[in-house]
């Protein structure tokens, strides 16, 4: 047993522990090495495909470059999404063995709708049903806001299998959830399948202390070292007990690492974790062993500090924190949706500068 061990990476230890991962990843070859380590799933984004673009050029640049040759009417917008699509196809081929071999339980790749769709419900469905039929495993992720959530109610209504993104609260997660509750049983009524399409909610819980920091520093604020680094999890924790209580549809899904606590304080089975490329293969070398931790409680001491001093803590952590026309204004999700924004315009740049060299 032993020596089992001592040949087995900490991620295939936290796999036989029951708890999934996946990989954060626009690059099919690391979707494919996170694969042989007992990842099942994989997630992208305009950051991401723009940051895997940067980062891989001799990868991407040579199909992009094709893409251009092969479609000389195209406009920077369309190349940017079939160069998304071939990245997403060879992605989702990589899981394809993980899909087939769960019967479609797992291995699914998550593709996000065009960022500038989020004030439209429609234009979000419609992308949506385009990104699912690249591949029989692609999961679609659109943003938790108040118009996101009614284009996942439609899409779960439709057979699409949905991952909530931009998604930062208790709050969040159980809104989702509901409108899941309601898609599934549309999709029931129409003679689908529902029970295949086991929805994701994710709960971005680096981004929830990233927010946090922001507030403490720009309030000026004294805070305990190490405190604001136990708020995602804290969020993630809360919202895992009440879907555990009430039994609700969909599957949370932890994201956004910071530190090495977002991974070892959150591993335990009936959810997931998706870890960029660049932090699990740190945790997999990681001097600590893998533990069931998920239902071990936050410090009492550390939740009244932020229960005291941050009222976004309060919003994100209470499941009556925010109502559903709040999520847009969120700190966390105005920063996110800028980001995300921001990304996907400079993939454009990217493209373009491909179409027009200077």
Avoid at 162 to 177: E, I, K, M, P, R
Avoid at 230 to 256: C, E, N, S, Y
Avoid at 260 to 287: A, C, D, M, R
Wanted: charge should be neutral; glycine fraction near 6%; aromatic fraction near 8%.
């Amino acid at each position: 047993m032993t020596a089992t061990l001592t040949t087995t990476s900490r991620m295939q230890q936290m796999t036989a522990l029951g708890a999934d991962w996946w990989n954060d990843s626009g690059v099919p070859a690391e979707l494919g090495e996170a694969v042989t380590q007992g990842a099942t799933g994989g997630t992208s984004n305009p950051v991401i495909v723009y940051q895997t673009v940067k980062a891989n050029p001799d990868l991407c640049l040579p199909p992009l470059d094709r893409l251009i040759a092969e479609h000389p009417h195209a406009t920077e917008d369309e190349l940017t999404w079939k160069l998304i699509a071939v990245l997403g196809r060879e992605s989702a081929k990589q899981l394809l063995p993980v899909f087939e071999a769960t019967k479609g339980a797992k291995g699914y790749l998550s593709m996000q709708v065009n960022p500038q769709y989020y004030p439209s419900k429609d234009r979000m469905v419609a992308h949506a049903t385009e990104l699912a039929a690249l591949a029989p495993n692609i999961a679609i992720k659109a943003p938790a806001t108040e118009t996101g959530i009614a284009a996942m109610e439609e899409m779960t209504a439709r057979g699409v299998r949905v991952n909530a993104t931009v998604s930062f609260s208790v709050a969040q997660a159980l809104a989702v959830s509901a409108a899941f509750e309601r898609g599934l049983k549309r999709a029931r009524s129409a003679g689908l399948n529902a029970d295949a399409i086991r929805p994701y909610i994710t709960i971005m819980i680096g981004r929830v202390d990233d927010h946090l920091k922001r507030v403490a520093e720009r309030e000026k604020l004294t805070v305990t070292p190490g405190t604001l680094d136990w708020a995602g999890i804290a969020v993630f924790k809360h919202a895992h007990r009440l879907f555990r209580q009430r039994g609700l549809p969909g599957t949370l899904l932890a994201a956004a690492y910071r530190h090495e606590g977002h991974w070892s304080q959150l591993i335990g089975p009936e959810v997931l974790q998706t870890i960029p490329y660049n932090w699990w293969t740190k945790f997999n070398v990681s001097p600590s062993t893998p533990a069931p931790t998920l239902e071990t409680p936050v410090d009492g001491a550390v939740l009244a500090e932020l229960r005291a001093k941050f009222p976004d803590f309060l919003r994100a952590y209470d499941e009556s924190g925010m109502a559903p026309a709040d999520f847009v204004r969120y700190g966390a999700t105005v920063h996110t949706l800028n980001q995300f924004l921001g990304g996907y315009a400079d993939l454009l740049s990217l493209v373009r500068s491909r179409m027009i060299p200077m």
